[in-house]
Protein backbone atom coordinates (compact mmCIF):
# COMPACT_ATOMS: atom_id res chain seq x y z
CA UNK A 1 0.00 0.00 0.00
CA UNK A 2 1.35 3.25 -1.06
CA UNK A 3 0.16 6.61 1.11
CA UNK A 4 0.58 10.17 0.62
CA UNK A 5 -0.79 12.83 3.52
CA UNK A 6 -0.58 16.38 3.89
CA UNK A 7 -2.26 18.48 6.36
CA UNK A 8 -6.00 18.02 5.36
CA UNK A 9 -6.12 14.80 3.38
CA UNK A 10 -4.64 11.48 3.65
CA UNK A 11 -4.44 9.17 0.34
CA UNK A 12 -3.55 5.50 0.25
CA UNK A 13 -3.63 3.41 -2.95
CA UNK A 14 -4.07 -0.71 -2.46
CA UNK A 15 -4.21 -2.22 -5.10
CA UNK A 16 -6.83 -0.56 -7.81
CA UNK A 17 -8.16 1.22 -5.27
CA UNK A 18 -7.24 4.63 -4.39
CA UNK A 19 -8.68 6.44 -0.86
CA UNK A 20 -9.21 9.78 -0.52
CA UNK A 21 -9.51 10.63 3.17
CA UNK A 22 -10.36 13.40 5.31
CA UNK A 23 -8.26 14.14 8.65
CA UNK A 24 -9.34 17.09 10.30
CA UNK A 25 -11.17 15.60 13.22
CA UNK A 26 -10.72 18.32 15.40
CA UNK A 27 -13.05 20.40 13.19
CA UNK A 28 -15.15 17.43 12.39
CA UNK A 29 -13.55 17.38 8.66
CA UNK A 30 -15.37 20.45 8.01
CA UNK A 31 -13.54 22.44 4.91
CA UNK A 32 -12.22 25.50 3.86
CA UNK A 33 -10.51 26.82 0.85
CA UNK A 34 -7.34 24.79 1.53
CA UNK A 35 -8.91 21.56 1.32
CA UNK A 36 -11.36 22.29 -1.50
CA UNK A 37 -8.56 22.69 -3.22
CA UNK A 38 -6.85 19.48 -2.58
CA UNK A 39 -9.99 17.33 -2.87
CA UNK A 40 -10.45 18.78 -6.30
CA UNK A 41 -6.72 17.64 -7.49
CA UNK A 42 -7.41 14.37 -5.70
CA UNK A 43 -9.99 13.70 -7.83
CA UNK A 44 -8.33 14.87 -10.85
CA UNK A 45 -5.41 13.02 -10.15
CA UNK A 46 -6.99 9.67 -9.43
CA UNK A 47 -9.57 10.35 -12.38
CA UNK A 48 -6.32 10.43 -14.37
CA UNK A 49 -4.01 7.65 -12.89
CA UNK A 50 -4.41 4.40 -15.14
CA UNK A 51 -3.69 2.25 -12.33
CA UNK A 52 -7.25 3.52 -10.39
CA UNK A 53 -10.29 1.41 -10.86
CA UNK A 54 -12.25 3.09 -8.26
CA UNK A 55 -12.17 5.64 -5.41
CA UNK A 56 -13.12 5.62 -1.87
CA UNK A 57 -13.58 9.17 -0.05
CA UNK A 58 -13.57 8.91 3.44
CA UNK A 59 -13.19 10.38 6.55
CA UNK A 60 -11.38 10.03 10.08
CA UNK A 61 -13.07 10.94 13.18
CA UNK A 62 -16.62 11.10 14.62
CA UNK A 63 -18.12 13.18 11.82
CA UNK A 64 -18.05 12.51 8.08
CA UNK A 65 -17.66 16.14 7.34
CA UNK A 66 -19.46 19.25 9.05
CA UNK A 67 -19.43 21.57 5.91
CA UNK A 68 -17.82 24.70 6.31
CA UNK A 69 -14.85 25.70 8.64
CA UNK A 70 -16.04 27.96 11.27
CA UNK A 71 -12.66 30.43 10.33
CA UNK A 72 -12.90 30.18 6.79
CA UNK A 73 -16.64 31.34 7.33
CA UNK A 74 -15.67 34.50 9.69
CA UNK A 75 -13.32 35.26 6.54
CA UNK A 76 -16.32 35.25 4.01
CA UNK A 77 -18.38 36.93 6.77
CA UNK A 78 -17.13 40.39 4.79
CA UNK A 79 -16.77 39.03 1.41
CA UNK A 80 -18.03 41.42 -1.40
CA UNK A 81 -20.32 39.61 -3.87
CA UNK A 82 -17.32 39.15 -6.48
CA UNK A 83 -15.51 37.54 -3.81
CA UNK A 84 -18.22 35.29 -2.96
CA UNK A 85 -18.62 34.49 -6.51
CA UNK A 86 -14.73 33.29 -6.39
CA UNK A 87 -15.03 31.50 -3.54
CA UNK A 88 -17.99 29.43 -4.42
CA UNK A 89 -16.86 29.31 -7.55
CA UNK A 90 -13.91 27.17 -6.18
CA UNK A 91 -16.49 24.84 -3.81
CA UNK A 92 -18.46 24.32 -6.98
CA UNK A 93 -15.32 23.04 -9.51
CA UNK A 94 -13.79 20.68 -6.63
CA UNK A 95 -17.84 18.80 -6.47
CA UNK A 96 -17.62 18.87 -10.39
CA UNK A 97 -14.35 16.79 -10.01
CA UNK A 98 -15.64 14.25 -7.55
CA UNK A 99 -18.76 14.02 -9.52
CA UNK A 100 -17.26 13.84 -13.19
CA UNK A 101 -14.04 11.63 -12.49
CA UNK A 102 -14.21 8.96 -14.51
CA UNK A 103 -13.79 6.65 -12.04
CA UNK A 104 -16.39 5.37 -9.72
CA UNK A 105 -16.54 6.76 -6.75
CA UNK A 106 -18.06 5.22 -3.25
CA UNK A 107 -18.65 7.65 0.13
CA UNK A 108 -17.75 5.86 3.06
CA UNK A 109 -19.97 7.48 5.64
CA UNK A 110 -18.65 6.78 9.37
CA UNK A 111 -20.10 9.56 11.08
CA UNK A 112 -22.55 12.95 11.38
CA UNK A 113 -22.53 14.48 8.00
CA UNK A 114 -24.02 18.18 7.30
CA UNK A 115 -24.71 21.28 4.85
CA UNK A 116 -21.70 20.67 2.71
CA UNK A 117 -20.60 17.66 3.86
CA UNK A 118 -23.52 16.10 2.50
CA UNK A 119 -22.91 17.74 -1.31
CA UNK A 120 -19.78 15.70 -0.91
CA UNK A 121 -21.60 12.23 -0.48
CA UNK A 122 -24.22 13.23 -2.93
CA UNK A 123 -21.47 13.97 -5.35
CA UNK A 124 -20.17 10.48 -5.08
CA UNK A 125 -21.25 7.52 -7.12
CA UNK A 126 -22.10 5.02 -4.52
CA UNK A 127 -22.76 5.99 -0.62
CA UNK A 128 -22.81 3.38 2.42
CA UNK A 129 -23.26 4.63 5.76
CA UNK A 130 -23.46 3.52 9.63
CA UNK A 131 -26.56 3.68 11.26
CA UNK A 132 -25.68 5.77 13.60
CA UNK A 133 -24.76 8.91 11.22
CA UNK A 134 -27.19 11.73 11.26
CA UNK A 135 -27.50 14.06 7.90
CA UNK A 136 -28.76 17.92 7.57
CA UNK A 137 -28.75 20.12 5.48
CA UNK A 138 -28.60 23.16 7.77
CA UNK A 139 -27.76 26.35 5.53
CA UNK A 140 -31.24 28.20 5.91
CA UNK A 141 -30.93 28.41 9.60
CA UNK A 142 -28.17 31.11 8.55
CA UNK A 143 -29.58 32.78 6.19
CA UNK A 144 -28.21 30.48 3.43
CA UNK A 145 -28.80 28.20 0.63
CA UNK A 146 -27.41 24.99 -0.22
CA UNK A 147 -26.87 26.43 -3.75
CA UNK A 148 -23.45 25.07 -4.83
CA UNK A 149 -24.14 21.48 -3.71
CA UNK A 150 -28.06 21.43 -4.78
CA UNK A 151 -27.26 19.91 -8.61
CA UNK A 152 -26.21 16.64 -6.67
CA UNK A 153 -28.01 16.85 -3.47
CA UNK A 154 -31.25 16.89 -6.11
CA UNK A 155 -30.66 14.49 -7.89
CA UNK A 156 -29.54 12.05 -5.11
CA UNK A 157 -32.55 12.80 -2.88
CA UNK A 158 -35.05 13.81 -5.54
CA UNK A 159 -37.12 16.89 -5.69
CA UNK A 160 -39.87 15.93 -3.53
CA UNK A 161 -37.22 15.05 -0.78
CA UNK A 162 -35.38 18.17 -0.98
CA UNK A 163 -38.45 20.35 -1.04
CA UNK A 164 -38.61 19.39 2.85
CA UNK A 165 -35.49 18.67 4.20
CA UNK A 166 -33.30 21.76 2.67
CA UNK A 167 -36.66 24.07 3.02
CA UNK A 168 -36.50 22.95 6.96
CA UNK A 169 -33.02 22.02 7.86
CA UNK A 170 -34.36 19.36 9.94
CA UNK A 171 -31.88 16.48 11.14
CA UNK A 172 -32.43 13.31 9.59
CA UNK A 173 -31.29 9.58 10.30
CA UNK A 174 -29.37 7.20 7.72
CA UNK A 175 -32.09 5.22 7.93
CA UNK A 176 -33.96 8.23 6.11
CA UNK A 177 -31.06 9.34 4.06
CA UNK A 178 -31.36 5.38 2.58
CA UNK A 179 -34.82 5.65 2.16
CA UNK A 180 -34.61 9.08 0.35
CA UNK A 181 -31.71 7.72 -2.18
CA UNK A 182 -29.05 9.46 -0.54
CA UNK A 183 -27.00 6.63 0.33
CA UNK A 184 -27.25 3.17 -1.03
CA UNK A 185 -26.68 1.31 2.24
CA UNK A 186 -26.83 1.86 5.64
CA UNK A 187 -24.77 -0.77 7.96
CA UNK A 188 -23.63 -1.23 11.71
CA UNK A 189 -20.43 0.52 12.27
CA UNK A 190 -18.08 -3.11 12.32
CA UNK A 191 -19.86 -3.90 9.00
CA UNK A 192 -18.78 -0.55 7.31
CA UNK A 193 -15.32 -1.36 5.45
CA UNK A 194 -16.99 -5.17 4.02
CA UNK A 195 -19.69 -3.25 2.51
CA UNK A 196 -17.57 -1.00 0.81
CA UNK A 197 -15.07 -3.88 0.11
CA UNK A 198 -17.99 -5.60 -1.25
CA UNK A 199 -18.93 -2.70 -3.77
CA UNK A 200 -15.23 -2.26 -4.98
CA UNK A 201 -15.13 -5.83 -4.97
CA UNK A 202 -17.78 -5.73 -8.02
CA UNK A 203 -16.61 -2.74 -9.69
CA UNK A 204 -13.00 -3.65 -9.97
CA UNK A 205 -14.00 -7.05 -11.56
CA UNK A 206 -16.05 -5.20 -14.52
CA UNK A 207 -14.41 -3.71 -17.65
CA UNK A 208 -12.68 -0.33 -16.88
CA UNK A 209 -13.63 0.97 -19.83
CA UNK A 210 -17.51 -0.04 -19.23
CA UNK A 211 -17.72 1.11 -15.96
CA UNK A 212 -16.48 4.48 -17.31
CA UNK A 213 -18.40 4.51 -20.52
CA UNK A 214 -21.62 4.21 -17.78
CA UNK A 215 -20.91 6.30 -15.27
CA UNK A 216 -20.97 8.94 -18.02
CA UNK A 217 -24.16 7.16 -19.44
CA UNK A 218 -25.94 7.95 -16.32
CA UNK A 219 -24.84 11.46 -16.48
CA UNK A 220 -25.57 12.02 -20.13
CA UNK A 221 -28.93 10.64 -19.46
CA UNK A 222 -30.10 11.75 -16.27
CA UNK A 223 -32.72 14.90 -15.76
CA UNK A 224 -30.50 18.15 -16.56
CA UNK A 225 -26.46 18.37 -17.52
CA UNK A 226 -24.33 20.14 -14.74
CA UNK A 227 -22.99 22.40 -17.40
CA UNK A 228 -21.12 25.79 -16.90
CA UNK A 229 -24.95 27.21 -17.17
CA UNK A 230 -26.48 25.54 -14.27
CA UNK A 231 -23.04 25.84 -12.11
CA UNK A 232 -22.83 29.19 -12.62
CA UNK A 233 -26.45 29.86 -11.54
CA UNK A 234 -25.34 28.23 -8.38
CA UNK A 235 -22.17 30.10 -7.70
CA UNK A 236 -24.35 33.59 -8.17
CA UNK A 237 -27.08 32.13 -6.58
CA UNK A 238 -25.03 31.41 -2.57
CA UNK A 239 -22.29 35.11 -3.45
CA UNK A 240 -26.32 36.63 -3.74
CA UNK A 241 -27.83 35.20 -0.52
CA UNK A 242 -24.04 35.66 1.37
CA UNK A 243 -24.10 39.24 0.99
CA UNK A 244 -27.67 39.99 1.54
CA UNK A 245 -28.57 41.42 4.69
CA UNK A 246 -30.20 37.92 6.35
CA UNK A 247 -27.22 36.11 4.58
CA UNK A 248 -24.97 38.52 6.75
CA UNK A 249 -27.20 38.17 9.80
CA UNK A 250 -27.60 34.31 9.56
CA UNK A 251 -23.47 33.76 9.49
CA UNK A 252 -22.71 36.29 12.44
CA UNK A 253 -25.38 35.24 14.42
CA UNK A 254 -24.02 31.69 14.27
CA UNK A 255 -20.51 32.58 14.84
CA UNK A 256 -21.18 34.95 17.88
CA UNK A 257 -23.56 31.76 19.25
CA UNK A 258 -26.44 34.19 19.16
CA UNK A 259 -30.51 33.61 17.55
CA UNK A 260 -30.87 35.23 14.32
CA UNK A 261 -32.85 38.14 14.05
CA UNK A 262 -35.65 36.68 12.31
CA UNK A 263 -36.78 34.00 14.79
CA UNK A 264 -40.25 34.79 15.84
CA UNK A 265 -40.57 36.28 19.89
Not at 23 to 40: G, T
Not at 188 to 197: F, P
Request: glycine content about 6%.
Amino acid sequence: MNAASNSALTITHHGAVRTITLCRPDVRNAFNDEVIAELKTAFIEAGLAADVRCVVLAAKGPAFCAGADLNWMRRMADFTRSENLADAGQLAAMLRAIYECPKPTIARVQGDVFAGGVGLVAACDMAVSVDTATYCLSEVKLGLIPATISPYVIRAMGARASHRYLLTAERFSAAEAHRIGLVHEVVAADALDAKVAELVLALVAASPSAVRACKRLVQDVAEREIDDALVAHTVACIADIRVSAEGKEGVQSFLQKRKPNWLLK
